[in-house]
């Protein structure tokens, strides 16, 4: 059975999601930068081991990243997987994982990489948003999408509401992305593109606002 290890800086609702949904797959410890991330506790709740290696304790992110790596490494994990984990991580350290690390984002990129998506989105006044899982590169929130969901954008949405119907969608995919890892069904090539042996099916078309 693959072996992943789940890296949080905050509340950890990607990361809760991850553990309910009974991936076939071994979550061997919750990783935080932070020793007050709320999920700490979620996943000790759930028996995961948990681990804490504070970023404030390093002069610099390259030492921070020798330690983190050190510690997701001791796990030897299959894949990792950032769930709100908040920290710029330095080109050595993503090389390190090429193909294992995956990362989830709420937009649907290339459109809104960084941060505040939902009040840039509702801002440019976009009819659809949503989410992204993608795999991890130097290229901060612009690696190879694994996954995406989309929603509509409502004339009164505010950032809170919007935020709170991608997170639903956020976690669906995830798990969904980590579900096909796990089972060998996509990949990162040596080109690096995803590589996919699922079936793939048009599905139906958001449309946005719905013209019913
Ligand atoms: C999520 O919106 C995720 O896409 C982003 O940070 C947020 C983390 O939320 N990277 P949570 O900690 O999983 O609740």
Redo the contacts with the bound molecule.
Sequence with gaps: MKKIVIL?S??????QALLSAKLPCRIAAVISNRADAQ?LEIARQHGIATRVVEHRDYADRALFDTALSAVVDGYQPDFVVL??FMRILTSEFVEHYRGRMI????SLLPAYAGMNTHERALHDGVKIHG?SVHFVTPDLDHGPLIIQAAVSVLSHDTAQTL?ARV?KE?HHIYAQAIRWLCAEQVSLNAEGKVVSSRPQHPGSALIAPNME
């Design positions: 949080i905050g509340r950890g609702s990607n990361m999920g769930a709100g990362n989830i984002h709420p989410c935020a997170l956020e």
